[in-house]
């Protein structure tokens, strides 16, 4: 006797498909950054916010990129011991630390951000301007919607009837 089974239709769910997406791009990406320029996604990532915003603490990092403080930790001092970024007492406050982007870490910058905009581009195939500039917004709406989001097992209220789909067991 066969039963059955409701499963993620993982077609139509959209926290897989972001996951999916983010992941192929993120393995591809590291792996060309350390070939090309020896450094992996996430020093790539901190590069990137540190030259949008020079001098900030590495709390703001966690804060704006959802990484957890022991990883932006371990970045930075690699960054900092390849000379890429120098770390100082921030001036209004000396308990707080703050990150600049040397000279050479804005030259490794502008050396990986050539290749992110190509990948970028490529990502993008196919897409019309109007297209983008749609997708954008909708994944800034969703972003904002993950503050809502709890992070413990609360359940959330409804059930999405669209994502699941029902399979027989054999």
């Known amino acids: 006797m066969s039963q059955k089974r409701t499963v993620l239709d993982l077609e139509r769910y959209v926290p897989a498909l972001i996951t999916f997406i983010s992941n192929k791009l993120s393995h591809g990406a590291s792996s060309a950054y350390r070939r090309m320029f020896g450094v992996g996604i996430t020093e790539w990532r901190l590069l990137a916010m540190l030259a949008i915003e020079p001098g900030i603490s590495a709390n703001r990092i966690c804060q704006v990129m959802g990484y957890d403080k022991a990883l932006v930790s371990r970045t930075l001092r690699v960054l900092d011991e390849n000379g890429h970024v120098k770390i ?23 050396r990986i951000l050539a290749v992110a905009l190509a990948r970028e581009d490529q990502l993008l195939t196919g897409l019309s301007a109007a297209e983008c500039d749609t997708l954008m917004g909708l994944l800034r709406r969703m972003l904002a ?26």
């Not at 989001?149 to 999405?160: E, V, W």
């Open 88 to 110: 100082e007492a921030d001036p209004q406050d000396s308990r707080r630390s703050v990150v600049t982007l040397t000279t050479a870490g804005y030259a490794l910058h502008d």
């Open 145 to 170: 919607n993950t503050e809502a989001i709890p992070a413990t097992g609360t359940a959330l209220p409804r059930i999405g009837a669209k994502r699941i789909k029902t399979t027989k067991l054999v």
